[in-house]
């Protein structure tokens, strides 16, 4: 009996305490998938262009080991691309590994219906309404810092999303992990929405496969110096041996390095 209870005691240590988001029990080293009720205000966002409005939204989250909410824990925002009709709950697993064992959540969201058109506003709404749901839940995680990830497609959107949330002021925002990526919207984005000169010191890593023949190494560099242009302070481009591919490695790599910049 004693060998038990030592045993469960160094399972809850190590898992972290059990703790409830959106009516689901959630607990360190697991994956979960929540649903959640959309405001009108972000259906409003998700439905422009011509989209359906969206009154509930679903989650798929990642967390650590050891996780406990009444802890600072980073978030990883991952973001798909809109070919394969992909969305961003289904690349929650290409990042958990990596992200969990540096101590970060993945947080890839959705809709629980479709889009006529897979735009950003789309993403947006569905974003924003999940970060909504873990803030009533867990009102400590509004000062959490996020960062974005996206690979391809998803790299470009990830710039957006990023720079429309940081433009509200809501949110605390630690990096970009651009992978794939050929051509900078990043600073499209930060010239149209203008959050201000204190969002060019957010670092910004750029993963290159150098065999890519999709997001050349030549594309990559011509991304680096764009937003070196438009005035980031904090961009590295890193090079791997591979194709048009997300390497696990350097996401770790890379978390590393916002965690080193934001001290946290």
Partial sequence: MRLLLIGLLWLSVVTGH???????QVQGGSTAEIRFPVAKYFQDI???GGNPRAETGRAVLAFPLGFDPART???????STSDFNRTSAMDVEWYR???TAEGWIVLGPDATTTPRIDSTQWRLGMLAAALEAMRK???????WPIAFGGFSGGSKRSGALGTMLAKTGSVRICGFFLSGINEDRLSESYRTYQPGRGFLEVPVWLSSGDRDMVATPQSHA???????R???RNVRLEQFSGSHQLKMSEVRRALQWFRQ???F
């Fill in 137 to 143: 839940d867990w009102p400590q995680s509004a000062k």
């Fill in 46 to 48: 998700a439905a422009q």
């Fill in 18 to 24: 059990c703790a409830s988001l959106a009516g689901q």
């Fill in 230 to 232: 438009t005035g980031f």
């Fill in 73 to 79: 824990w980073p978030i990883l925002v991952v973001t």
């Fill in 261 to 263: 910049l934001g001290k």
């Fill in 222 to 228: 011509l991304v680096k110096a764009s937003l070196e």
């Fill in 97 to 99: 590994k990596p992200a």
